[in-house]
């Protein structure tokens, strides 16, 4: 059976065995399994060798999937409706306690997926999917609104795809989690760790871009390059009128330029990237690209994210960069690796993420015993949650958790994943049982 990409790797499921379990004090029906280093709490029944699916946190679970597994605590919606479970009609997947003890996701057996047929059965560990043989499985899950705070419509004219050159102007991929991916580190490996800023992306560039030609550019742009043909042999110079150099600006997943996206939706009243790219556009030399997040507060006192300060007086907003790149005309990319990132931003004067580490992994875990290269793996994630995660912010002056941290692996390449604090997601869980969407979800 062949396996779609899942639109967002973070919010799906994965094929895993059990390798760990734990007693919980307290708790005579349910214990612990350790999956990918999250704490899980599961039922008694489940044992060391157990081959099953694992959810995240903030996951939605499908319908289909609900009803079949007679998961819904409604017992109408389920397809044994004599039973009833324990998730609500959205099925989120929540960060709770449990008689104190964290769950950071949601363990499954494989014989769940008996509901699509046999083929559902035929996965392979660290198998990923949000979808199998076209059913639903989960998602990511996101308050639907009706419209996006701030904005007059829903509507959104694209006019910039007609502006765009191929292969110049890049969003930001989504950043994957780091314990899905460590068997992409080794102990040798030059690690950067940034400190996660929790704001706003956005992303500034001065790229090719398509311009308008009058008929006179044309025929004089024509005329001229036939007599370059005849005149020189060849040998002159050829006006190519097609492309200039032009500022584009965006969300993480919106272009922003008024002029290119005259309807775009703002979760803001203001447009703070369009503020965020006049501060960055005197930095932008042909084919740079700056990406960062913008944090503290909107002109008008309001807060990009709530309680999230980072050190900002109300009305006033900082930038942290946390990529760099410079695009060619041929549209070949040279990524800045972290250290250039730190060093360009000193030089000229701006803001980098704030870096926590810059050496070889393997001086995380020193001095600490290892008998093979997955036991080390779990040792450096330990690492990483011990030193980088579950602290309050340092930079607010609120009292508020830190979002947690960015790992990147040095290379030619960008190659990053990231390491969320559980406090956060528990900040998370309960903003979202409120009701307040999070604006990456929106922009």
């Not at 960060?95 to 392979?124: A, D, Q, Y």
């Not at 308008?212 to 044309?218: A, L, N």
């Not at 690796?337 to 000229?348: G, P, R, Y």
């Not at 609120?398 to 979002?403: D, F, T």
Request: proline fraction near 3%.
């Amino acid at each position: 059976m062949v396996i779609k990409k899942p639109q967002n790797e973070n919010y799906a499921a994965i094929v895993v065995e059990i390798k760990t379990l734990v007693t919980l004090e307290n708790c005579d029906n349910v214990q612990a399994a350790i999956i990918l280093g999250n704490q899980v709490i599961v039922d008694k029944s489940v044992k060391i060798g157990d081959v099953g699916l694992y959810f995240p946190l903030e996951c939605q679970l499908s319908k289909e999937y609900l009803s079949a597994n007679n998961l819904y605590r409604k017992k109408e919606l389920n397809l044994d409706r004599t039973k009833a479970g324990y998730f609500e009609e959205n099925g989120r997947i929540r960060c709770v306690k449990f008689r104190g003890h964290k769950s950071e996701g949601l363990f499954m057996p494989s014989g769940s997926l008996s509901f699509i047929g046999t083929s559902g059965l035929n996965l392979n560990l660290n198998d990923c999917f949000d979808e199998l043989g076209g059913i639903p499985i989960c998602s990511k899950y996101v308050i639907k609104q009706n419209r996006t705070p701030g904005s007059k419509s829903n509507k959104s004219t694209k006019k910039y795809e007609s502006k765009l050159v191929e292969n110049q102007f890049r969003f930001h991929q989504d950043t994957s989690m780091l314990y899905k991916n460590l068997h992409r580190i080794d102990p040798d490996s030059l690690i950067s760790i940034t400190y996660k800023v929790h704001g706003t992306s956005g992303i500034s560039s001065y790229v090719l871009c398509k311009r308008k030609i009058t008929k006179r550019e044309r025929i004089g742009a024509f005329l001229h390059n036939i007599y370059t043909k005849l005149v020189t042999l060849g040998k002159g110079r050829y006006i190519t009128l097609e492309t200039e150099y032009d500022y584009l600006y965006s969300s993480r997943k919106v272009i922003k330029n008024p002029e290119l996206n005259p309807n775009a939706q703002h979760y803001y009243n203001e447009d703070i990237w369009g503020i965020a790219h006049k501060e960055l556009e005197p930095y932008l030399q042909k084919g740079l690209s700056l990406y960062y997040e913008i944090v503290g507060y909107l002109p008008n006192g309001g807060m990009i994210q709530k309680d999230y300060d980072y050190g900002c007086e109300v009305g006033e907003h900082a930038i942290y960069i946390y990529r760099i790149t410079q695009t060619n005309a041929d549209g070949k990319v040279f990524e800045f690796s972290a250290k250039q990132v730190q060093d360009w931003c000193h030089k000229n004067g701006l803001t980098p993420v704030p870096q926590l580490f810059y050496n070889y992994a393997s001086n995380l875990t020193e001095g600490i015993p290892v008998n093979s290269d997955e036991e080390w793996r779990e040792i450096f994630l330990e690492r990483v949650k011990k030193y980088y995660n579950e602290q309050d912010c340092y930079i607010c002056k609120n009292k508020v958790p830190e979002e947690g941290c960015v790992i990147r692996i040095e290379g030619l390449d960008f190659e990053a994943y990231k390491q969320k604090s559980n406090r956060f997601y528990e900040l998370e869980t309960k903003n979202l049982d409120k009701g307040e969407s999070n604006i990456e979800d929106e922009n």
